[in-house]
């Protein structure tokens, strides 16, 4: 065995064992075959390697069969659930955008405009970021309805402002733990494009877009309303404090970020999966992994307030943070054990559909 | 279809082929312009056999190493003979765009 033949077969690890058991002998033979005869015979081949367009292709073979559309059922189910999981990361993201976006236009209109600007720390890259990171919504709508290619191309432009500002946050010499913070805020939506690229491969199914699109308008809804609810607080602290002391502490942390509200629909659609018992397998994994961008941010926002003085706001992010942070592991937990008795039950066939 | 199903399909309709004829073949074919990763061949071959459009052959030892033949079927046929209406159709309304224009494709590409 030359170490091109070596080499090779460990590349081709990446594919299913089902897969690999009846296709390994075949591709192995025609790659070597192959770059025999571009090279004049055996020799030189001990010291070459796979070049980057076979392990490419090899890669994209390998997201094709763990992440079937059809056939394998076990493939076919993690293959949905990846797809389940972009299309409900997305989702989600848009929702916190455009959340994000309604409080910072009605702060804009609601308070005086001698100070708005320096309150919402409103500079013209800020505005571009938010204009910019709105590309998640019409990404989400183009999977919704289809259009693959679109989908991901609107998506690695959504990412764009986070990295802009982690990236920002080194240059100007602030401690690496402020980048990390960014990126750490930015886990969902960058599993959501991770899995809408490996999940909606060639052959994945478009998902059916009227289900997603009929769950985006309360979802969107919901969004809006928190948005404005943000701004008029916001407002009310600047101009009319007395007004606000009226709102309860432990309701504060809703009132300053969207990870919490984003953080407890995902927890309810978690609870929903389990007591509905449904949705199938591939509904438990996409639920149990998209507790887990919950599960990091809101590990992040606890050790970070709980490092505080006890002010009564620090002790309520504190405990907002801790308590959805329990919430995502239980109903994590209990989704990915559910996923997983299912997936068990998904015997994985020695055979390929071929 | 895409250019690689085109091609695995039109190599494959002379004759039964492995992988590795069918990887020279549309070398030959496409005049050195495509040359198809194994992975990427593979996956080709899994989707025409899943569509009914390939199939299995036979299988030799040639030299210690595994030969997996595939044929058409006569969807395959069929289905590759579609494709290259479809194209014919795209070529003559592209040469009658250049005849207007005074140009002419020539045989090794390109226009004269």
Same mark, same amino acid.
């Given at each position: 065995?030359t170490? /091109?033949?070596?080499r090779?077969r460990?590349? &081709?690890r990446?594919l299913?064992?089902?897969?690999?058991?009846?296709r390994?002998?075949?591709?192995?033979a025609?790659?070597?075959?192959?770059?025999?005869a571009?090279?004049g015979?055996?020799?030189? &081949?001990?010291?070459?390697w796979?070049?980057?367009g076979?392990?490419?292709?090899?890669?994209? /073979?390998?997201?094709?069969?763990r992440l079937?559309?059809?056939g394998?059922?076990?493939a076919?189910?993690i293959?949905?659930?990846?797809r389940?999981t972009?299309?409900l990361g997305?989702?989600?993201?848009?929702?916190v955008?455009?959340?994000?976006d309604t409080s910072?236009?009605?702060? &804009?209109a609601?308070?005086?405009?001698?100070?708005?600007?320096?309150?919402l720390d409103?500079?013209?890259?800020?505005?571009?970021?938010?204009?910019?990171a709105?590309?998640?919504v019409?990404a989400?709508?183009?999977?919704a309805?289809?259009?693959?290619?679109?989908?991901?191309?609107?998506?690695l432009v959504?990412?764009l402002?986070?990295?802009y500002?982690?990236g920002?946050?080194?240059v100007?010499g602030?401690?690496?733990?402020?980048?990390?913070?960014?990126?750490a805020? %930015?886990t969902? /939506?960058w599993?959501?494009?991770?899995?809408l690229?490996?999940?909606?491969?060639r052959?994945?199914p478009?998902?059916?877009?009227?289900?997603?699109?009929?769950a985006?308008i309360?979802?969107?809804?919901?969004a809006? +309303?928190?948005?404005?609810l943000i701004?008029?607080y916001?407002?009310?602290?600047?101009?009319?404090p007395?007004a606000?002391?009226?709102?309860?502490?432990?309701?504060?942390?809703?009132?300053?970020?969207?990870? &919490?509200?984003?953080g407890?629909?995902?927890v309810?659609?978690? /609870?929903?999966v389990?007591?509905?018992?449904?949705?199938?397998?591939?509904w438990?994994?996409a639920?149990?992994v998209?507790? +887990?961008?919950?599960v990091? %941010? %809101?590990a992040w926002?606890?050790?970070?307030y709980?490092?505080?003085q006890?002010?009564?706001?620090?002790t309520?992010?504190a405990?907002?943070a801790?308590t959805?942070l329990?919430?995502a592991l239980?109903?994590?937990a209990?989704?990915?054990?559910?996923?997983?008795r299912g997936?068990?039950?998904l015997?994985?066939?020695?055979?390929?559909a071929t | 279809?895409?250019?690689?199903?085109?091609?695995?399909? *039109?190599?494959l @309709?002379?004759?039964?082929?492995h992988?590795y @004829?069918?990887?020279? *073949?549309?070398?030959?074919l496409s005049?050195g312009?495509?040359? #198809?990763?194994v992975? *990427?061949?593979?996956?080709?071959?899994?989707r025409?056999?899943?569509?009914?459009?390939?199939?299995?052959?036979?299988?030799?030892?040639?030299q210690?190493r595994?030969?997996r033949?595939?044929?058409?079927?006569?969807?395959?046929?069929l289905a590759?003979a579609?494709?290259t209406?479809r194209?014919?159709a795209?070529v003559?309304?592209?040469?009658?765009? #250049?005849k207007a224009r005074d140009?002419?494709?020539?045989?090794a590409?390109g226009?004269?």
């Amino acid at each position: 065995m030359t170490g /091109l033949e070596r080499r090779y077969r460990l590349l &081709l690890r990446v594919l299913p064992r089902w897969y690999r058991s009846e296709r390994e002998e075949e591709m192995v033979a025609t790659f070597l075959t192959d770059r025999a005869a571009s090279a004049g015979g055996n020799l030189g &081949l001990e010291n070459a390697w796979p070049g980057w367009g076979e392990v490419w292709a090899v890669l994209t /073979l390998a997201a094709r069969t763990r992440l079937a559309a059809k056939g394998v059922r076990r493939a076919a189910a993690i293959g949905d659930a990846v797809r389940l999981t972009a299309l409900l990361g997305l989702l989600v993201q848009s929702a916190v955008v455009v959340g994000s976006d309604t409080s910072l236009l009605v702060a &804009l209109a609601v308070l005086p405009r001698s100070y708005s600007l320096e309150v919402l720390d409103l500079t013209a890259t800020s505005w571009v970021a938010s204009v910019v990171a709105m590309a998640v919504v019409p990404a989400f709508a183009a999977l919704a309805t289809g259009r693959r290619t679109a989908a991901r191309r609107l998506a690695l432009v959504a990412l764009l402002p986070g990295l802009y500002q982690a990236g920002a946050s080194l240059v100007r010499g602030e401690p690496v733990v402020e980048s990390l913070a960014i990126v750490a805020g %930015q886990t969902a /939506l960058w599993l959501a494009v991770a899995c809408l690229y490996i999940g909606f491969h060639r052959d994945a199914p478009p998902p059916r877009d009227r289900p997603w699109l009929r769950a985006f308008i309360p979802v969107a809804g919901a969004a809006v +309303l928190h948005g404005v609810l943000i701004a008029l607080y916001l407002a009310a602290l600047l101009e009319r404090p007395w007004a606000v002391e009226f709102v309860p502490s432990w309701a504060l942390p809703l009132m300053t970020g969207y990870s &919490l509200p984003a953080g407890w629909a995902v927890v309810v659609a978690g /609870l929903v999966v389990l007591a509905t018992r449904r949705r199938g397998t591939a509904w438990g994994v996409a639920l149990a992994v998209t507790t +887990l961008p919950v599960v990091v %941010q %809101q590990a992040w926002t606890f050790a970070v307030y709980a490092g505080k003085q006890p002010y009564p706001i620090t002790t309520a992010y504190a405990a907002s943070a801790a308590t959805l942070l329990a919430a995502a592991l239980a109903v994590g937990a209990a989704c990915a054990v559910t996923a997983a008795r299912g997936l068990s039950r998904l015997d994985a066939p020695l055979r390929p559909a071929t | 279809m895409s250019e690689p199903t085109f091609l695995v399909l *039109t190599a494959l @309709a002379k004759e039964p082929m492995h992988g590795y @004829a069918i990887m020279r *073949t549309i070398r030959a074919l496409s005049q050195g312009r495509t040359a #198809l990763p194994v992975g *990427t061949l593979y996956g080709v071959l899994d989707r025409l056999v899943e569509e009914g459009l390939a199939e299995r052959d036979r299988e030799e030892i040639h030299q210690g190493r595994l030969r997996r033949y595939y044929r058409l079927t006569e969807d395959g046929y069929l289905a590759l003979a579609e494709e290259t209406r479809r194209l014919a159709a795209n070529v003559r309304a592209a040469t009658t765009a #250049l005849k207007a224009r005074d140009l002419r494709p020539s045989p090794a590409g390109g226009a004269e």
